[in-house]
Protein backbone atom coordinates (compact mmCIF):
# COMPACT_ATOMS: atom_id res chain seq x y z
CA UNK A 1 0.00 0.00 0.00
CA UNK A 2 1.26 3.49 -1.13
CA UNK A 3 2.38 5.22 2.11
CA UNK A 4 0.42 8.55 3.69
CA UNK A 5 1.20 11.54 3.91
CA UNK A 6 1.11 13.46 7.13
CA UNK A 7 -2.06 15.10 7.40
CA UNK A 8 -2.73 19.05 7.47
CA UNK A 9 -5.44 20.41 9.63
CA UNK A 10 -7.74 22.42 7.99
CA UNK A 11 -6.39 26.11 8.42
CA UNK A 12 -10.49 27.45 8.43
CA UNK A 13 -13.77 25.85 8.57
CA UNK A 14 -14.96 24.92 4.86
CA UNK A 15 -18.11 24.65 4.01
CA UNK A 16 -20.35 21.69 3.14
CA UNK A 17 -21.31 21.46 -0.57
CA UNK A 18 -25.32 20.07 -0.86
CA UNK A 19 -26.66 19.47 -4.02
CA UNK A 20 -29.56 17.25 -5.47
CA UNK A 21 -27.97 14.62 -7.56
CA UNK A 22 -30.11 11.60 -9.54
CA UNK A 23 -29.94 9.15 -6.58
CA UNK A 24 -31.19 11.96 -3.57
CA UNK A 25 -29.13 14.66 -1.62
CA UNK A 26 -25.48 14.57 -1.84
CA UNK A 27 -23.59 16.34 0.92
CA UNK A 28 -19.67 16.85 0.87
CA UNK A 29 -18.56 17.44 4.36
CA UNK A 30 -15.09 18.97 5.12
CA UNK A 31 -13.01 16.30 6.94
CA UNK A 32 -11.70 18.89 9.93
CA UNK A 33 -8.43 16.71 10.31
CA UNK A 34 -7.63 16.66 6.63
CA UNK A 35 -6.94 19.84 4.84
CA UNK A 36 -8.57 18.46 1.85
CA UNK A 37 -10.19 15.55 2.82
CA UNK A 38 -14.18 15.31 2.23
CA UNK A 39 -17.22 12.97 2.86
CA UNK A 40 -19.54 12.07 0.18
CA UNK A 41 -23.22 11.61 1.82
CA UNK A 42 -26.11 10.59 -0.56
CA UNK A 43 -29.41 10.83 1.77
CA UNK A 44 -27.99 10.75 4.65
CA UNK A 45 -25.54 7.81 3.98
CA UNK A 46 -21.96 7.60 4.46
CA UNK A 47 -20.82 6.80 0.49
CA UNK A 48 -17.05 8.27 0.38
CA UNK A 49 -13.92 9.70 1.76
CA UNK A 50 -11.51 11.28 -0.51
CA UNK A 51 -8.09 12.79 0.37
CA UNK A 52 -7.04 14.91 -2.40
CA UNK A 53 -3.82 15.67 -0.77
CA UNK A 54 -3.41 12.09 -0.22
CA UNK A 55 -5.47 9.64 -2.10
CA UNK A 56 -3.56 6.65 -0.83
CA UNK A 57 -5.55 7.38 2.56
CA UNK A 58 -8.65 5.02 2.84
CA UNK A 59 -10.78 5.83 5.87
CA UNK A 60 -13.75 3.57 5.36
CA UNK A 61 -13.39 0.38 6.61
CA UNK A 62 -14.39 -1.78 3.82
CA UNK A 63 -12.59 0.95 1.40
CA UNK A 64 -9.39 0.00 2.80
CA UNK A 65 -10.75 -3.69 2.60
CA UNK A 66 -11.20 -3.14 -1.61
CA UNK A 67 -7.44 -1.36 -0.94
CA UNK A 68 -5.98 -4.65 0.15
CA UNK A 69 -7.74 -6.19 -3.02
CA UNK A 70 -5.96 -3.54 -4.82
CA UNK A 71 -2.26 -3.88 -3.47
CA UNK A 72 -2.70 -7.30 -3.99
CA UNK A 73 -3.71 -7.28 -7.63
CA UNK A 74 -0.05 -7.18 -9.00
CA UNK A 75 3.19 -6.68 -7.68
CA UNK A 76 3.89 -3.64 -5.93
CA UNK A 77 3.42 -0.25 -7.89
CA UNK A 78 2.87 -2.40 -11.28
CA UNK A 79 0.21 -0.56 -13.48
CA UNK A 80 -2.96 -2.71 -13.61
CA UNK A 81 -6.23 -2.82 -15.86
CA UNK A 82 -9.38 -2.08 -13.60
CA UNK A 83 -12.86 -1.24 -13.91
CA UNK A 84 -15.00 0.25 -11.10
CA UNK A 85 -18.55 -0.17 -10.89
CA UNK A 86 -20.05 1.97 -8.56
CA UNK A 87 -18.14 5.50 -8.20
CA UNK A 88 -19.11 7.67 -5.65
CA UNK A 89 -16.02 10.07 -4.89
CA UNK A 90 -14.14 7.85 -7.29
CA UNK A 91 -11.79 6.92 -3.48
CA UNK A 92 -10.52 3.19 -5.24
CA UNK A 93 -9.83 4.60 -8.51
CA UNK A 94 -7.67 7.37 -6.84
CA UNK A 95 -6.00 5.08 -4.82
CA UNK A 96 -5.41 2.98 -7.53
CA UNK A 97 -3.70 5.83 -9.59
CA UNK A 98 -1.85 6.86 -6.40
CA UNK A 99 -0.27 3.35 -5.62
CA UNK A 100 -0.28 2.15 -9.42
CA UNK A 101 0.78 4.85 -11.64
CA UNK A 102 0.10 4.83 -14.99
CA UNK A 103 -3.07 1.98 -14.49
CA UNK A 104 -5.98 2.36 -17.21
CA UNK A 105 -9.19 2.43 -15.20
CA UNK A 106 -12.91 2.50 -16.21
CA UNK A 107 -15.55 3.85 -13.89
CA UNK A 108 -19.45 3.40 -14.26
CA UNK A 109 -21.55 5.63 -12.22
CA UNK A 110 -24.95 5.64 -13.23
CA UNK A 111 -25.79 8.74 -11.41
CA UNK A 112 -24.48 11.10 -13.69
CA UNK A 113 -25.28 15.04 -11.56
CA UNK A 114 -23.26 13.46 -8.81
CA UNK A 115 -20.42 12.76 -11.17
CA UNK A 116 -20.52 16.29 -12.50
CA UNK A 117 -20.26 17.19 -8.53
CA UNK A 118 -17.47 15.04 -7.97
CA UNK A 119 -15.56 16.18 -10.95
CA UNK A 120 -16.34 19.81 -10.13
CA UNK A 121 -15.73 19.90 -6.43
CA UNK A 122 -13.00 16.95 -6.05
CA UNK A 123 -11.33 17.06 -9.21
CA UNK A 124 -9.03 13.87 -10.78
CA UNK A 125 -5.34 14.26 -10.88
CA UNK A 126 -5.01 15.31 -14.89
CA UNK A 127 -2.07 12.56 -15.19
CA UNK A 128 -4.68 10.00 -14.15
CA UNK A 129 -6.17 7.63 -16.69
CA UNK A 130 -9.25 7.54 -15.20
CA UNK A 131 -12.53 7.44 -17.71
CA UNK A 132 -15.68 7.68 -16.03
CA UNK A 133 -18.79 6.83 -18.05
CA UNK A 134 -22.52 7.66 -16.59
CA UNK A 135 -24.06 4.55 -17.13
CA UNK A 136 -25.99 1.93 -15.61
CA UNK A 137 -23.23 -0.76 -13.82
CA UNK A 138 -24.32 -3.52 -16.25
CA UNK A 139 -24.90 -1.68 -19.41
CA UNK A 140 -21.31 -0.14 -18.32
CA UNK A 141 -19.99 -4.11 -18.13
CA UNK A 142 -21.23 -5.05 -21.06
CA UNK A 143 -19.43 -2.41 -22.91
CA UNK A 144 -15.70 -3.79 -21.10
CA UNK A 145 -13.93 -5.26 -23.45
CA UNK A 146 -13.46 -9.24 -23.14
CA UNK A 147 -10.63 -10.21 -21.14
CA UNK A 148 -9.53 -6.61 -20.64
CA UNK A 149 -9.74 -6.10 -16.74
CA UNK A 150 -7.00 -7.60 -14.24
CA UNK A 151 -9.15 -6.24 -11.38
CA UNK A 152 -12.84 -5.20 -11.37
CA UNK A 153 -14.29 -4.27 -8.39
CA UNK A 154 -18.33 -3.86 -7.92
CA UNK A 155 -19.43 -1.09 -5.31
CA UNK A 156 -22.93 -0.43 -6.18
CA UNK A 157 -25.40 1.00 -3.82
CA UNK A 158 -28.74 2.47 -5.21
CA UNK A 159 -29.28 4.83 -1.96
CA UNK A 160 -28.44 1.95 0.50
CA UNK A 161 -29.01 -1.31 -1.06
CA UNK A 162 -27.47 -2.99 -4.04
CA UNK A 163 -29.64 -3.78 -7.20
CA UNK A 164 -30.48 -6.98 -7.74
CA UNK A 165 -29.50 -7.76 -11.47
CA UNK A 166 -26.32 -7.00 -9.49
CA UNK A 167 -26.31 -10.15 -7.74
CA UNK A 168 -26.80 -12.69 -9.96
CA UNK A 169 -24.73 -15.56 -11.75
CA UNK A 170 -25.49 -14.04 -14.99
CA UNK A 171 -24.08 -10.69 -13.86
CA UNK A 172 -21.19 -12.27 -12.90
CA UNK A 173 -21.35 -14.36 -16.13
CA UNK A 174 -20.11 -10.67 -17.49
CA UNK A 175 -17.52 -10.39 -14.83
CA UNK A 176 -16.07 -13.27 -16.08
CA UNK A 177 -15.84 -12.36 -19.77
CA UNK A 178 -14.30 -8.87 -18.71
CA UNK A 179 -11.65 -10.14 -16.84
CA UNK A 180 -8.47 -11.39 -18.13
CA UNK A 181 -7.47 -15.10 -17.02
CA UNK A 182 -6.92 -15.59 -13.54
CA UNK A 183 -8.08 -11.69 -13.03
CA UNK A 184 -9.72 -10.74 -9.71
CA UNK A 185 -13.19 -10.12 -8.55
CA UNK A 186 -13.72 -7.88 -5.78
CA UNK A 187 -17.48 -7.23 -4.40
CA UNK A 188 -18.51 -4.75 -1.12
CA UNK A 189 -21.59 -6.59 0.74
CA UNK A 190 -23.85 -5.04 2.59
CA UNK A 191 -26.50 -7.39 5.03
CA UNK A 192 -27.03 -7.99 8.54
CA UNK A 193 -28.60 -10.95 10.91
CA UNK A 194 -29.25 -13.77 9.52
CA UNK A 195 -27.00 -12.98 6.39
CA UNK A 196 -28.87 -14.30 3.92
CA UNK A 197 -27.74 -12.49 1.24
CA UNK A 198 -24.63 -12.47 1.92
CA UNK A 199 -24.51 -16.50 1.73
CA UNK A 200 -26.50 -16.69 -1.18
CA UNK A 201 -23.70 -14.05 -2.48
CA UNK A 202 -20.99 -16.67 -1.85
CA UNK A 203 -22.78 -19.58 -3.31
CA UNK A 204 -23.42 -17.21 -6.35
CA UNK A 205 -19.48 -16.20 -6.42
CA UNK A 206 -18.59 -20.04 -5.96
CA UNK A 207 -20.62 -21.20 -8.83
CA UNK A 208 -18.62 -19.43 -11.63
CA UNK A 209 -14.92 -19.17 -9.75
CA UNK A 210 -12.98 -21.72 -8.21
CA UNK A 211 -11.14 -19.42 -5.48
CA UNK A 212 -13.19 -17.20 -2.85
CA UNK A 213 -12.21 -15.29 0.33
CA UNK A 214 -14.35 -13.07 2.31
CA UNK A 215 -13.16 -10.21 4.52
CA UNK A 216 -15.63 -9.08 7.02
CA UNK A 217 -15.66 -7.84 10.60
CA UNK A 218 -16.25 -10.82 13.04
CA UNK A 219 -19.08 -9.54 15.03
CA UNK A 220 -20.50 -8.73 11.57
CA UNK A 221 -19.90 -12.92 10.46
CA UNK A 222 -21.65 -13.77 13.95
CA UNK A 223 -24.65 -12.16 13.01
CA UNK A 224 -24.30 -9.54 15.35
CA UNK A 225 -24.63 -7.03 13.39
CA UNK A 226 -25.33 -5.20 9.73
CA UNK A 227 -22.38 -3.98 8.38
CA UNK A 228 -20.44 -4.68 5.35
CA UNK A 229 -18.21 -7.64 3.81
CA UNK A 230 -15.56 -7.76 0.63
CA UNK A 231 -16.25 -11.03 -1.08
CA UNK A 232 -12.81 -11.60 -3.70
CA UNK A 233 -12.72 -14.23 -6.83
CA UNK A 234 -10.57 -15.39 -9.34
CA UNK A 235 -9.81 -18.70 -11.26
CA UNK A 236 -6.34 -18.82 -9.68
CA UNK A 237 -5.76 -19.14 -6.20
CA UNK A 238 -5.98 -16.08 -4.11
CA UNK A 239 -3.40 -14.20 -1.83
CA UNK A 240 -4.96 -15.62 1.15
CA UNK A 241 -2.55 -15.32 3.66
CA UNK A 242 -1.03 -11.79 2.44
CA UNK A 243 -4.54 -10.59 2.36
CA UNK A 244 -5.14 -12.18 5.84
CA UNK A 245 -1.95 -10.15 7.43
CA UNK A 246 -3.12 -7.01 5.78
CA UNK A 247 -6.69 -7.02 7.16
CA UNK A 248 -5.37 -7.82 10.44
CA UNK A 249 -3.49 -4.67 10.71
CA UNK A 250 -6.09 -2.50 9.95
CA UNK A 251 -7.11 -0.30 12.58
CA UNK A 252 -10.44 -2.76 13.31
CA UNK A 253 -8.43 -5.79 12.40
CA UNK A 254 -10.98 -8.24 9.54
CA UNK A 255 -11.49 -11.50 9.58
CA UNK A 256 -10.95 -13.50 6.25
CA UNK A 257 -12.26 -16.93 5.53
CA UNK A 258 -11.67 -19.14 2.44
CA UNK A 259 -11.67 -22.94 1.58
CA UNK A 260 -13.80 -25.06 3.68
CA UNK A 261 -14.82 -23.19 6.34
CA UNK A 262 -16.37 -20.56 3.72
CA UNK A 263 -18.35 -23.04 1.98
CA UNK A 264 -19.38 -24.03 5.42
CA UNK A 265 -20.84 -20.55 6.26
CA UNK A 266 -23.30 -20.31 3.35
CA UNK A 267 -25.07 -22.90 4.77
CA UNK A 268 -26.47 -24.24 1.93
CA UNK A 269 -27.24 -21.53 0.49
CA UNK A 270 -27.45 -21.53 -3.78
CA UNK A 271 -26.47 -19.70 -6.27
CA UNK A 272 -29.28 -16.79 -7.43
CA UNK A 273 -30.58 -15.94 -10.58
CA UNK A 274 -31.69 -12.98 -12.46
CA UNK A 275 -35.23 -14.66 -11.86
CA UNK A 276 -34.89 -14.42 -8.51
CA UNK A 277 -32.63 -11.56 -7.42
CA UNK A 278 -33.96 -9.44 -5.17
CA UNK A 279 -31.76 -5.91 -3.67
CA UNK A 280 -29.64 -6.86 -1.04
CA UNK A 281 -31.15 -5.81 2.58
CA UNK A 282 -31.91 -2.09 3.84
CA UNK A 283 -30.02 -1.16 6.74
CA UNK A 284 -31.83 -0.56 10.20
CA UNK A 285 -32.71 3.49 10.40
CA UNK A 286 -30.34 3.80 13.32
CA UNK A 287 -27.53 2.44 11.33
CA UNK A 288 -26.55 6.46 10.37
CA UNK A 289 -27.59 7.78 13.07
Known amino acids: MGKSRKPRRR ?30 LVDGAPQSHVDLDDPAYLSFEYQRRLGHVVDLAAPPGRPIRAVHLGGGALTLARYTAA ?6 QQ ?33 GLAKVPDGWADL ?16 SAEFLDEVRRALRPGGLYAANLADGPPLAHLRGQIATAASRFTALALVADPSMLRGKRFGNAVLLASDLPLPVAELTRLAA ?35 PPSLFR
Open 11 to 40: SAAAAPVVENVDGGLAELIPDPDRARAWTL
Open 99 to 104: TRPRST
Open 107 to 139: VVERDAALVRLVRRELPLEPAARIRVRSADARE
Open 152 to 167: LIADVFSGTRTPAHLT
Open 249 to 283: SDPHPGRVEHGRALTDFTGGAVAVTDAAAVDSPAP
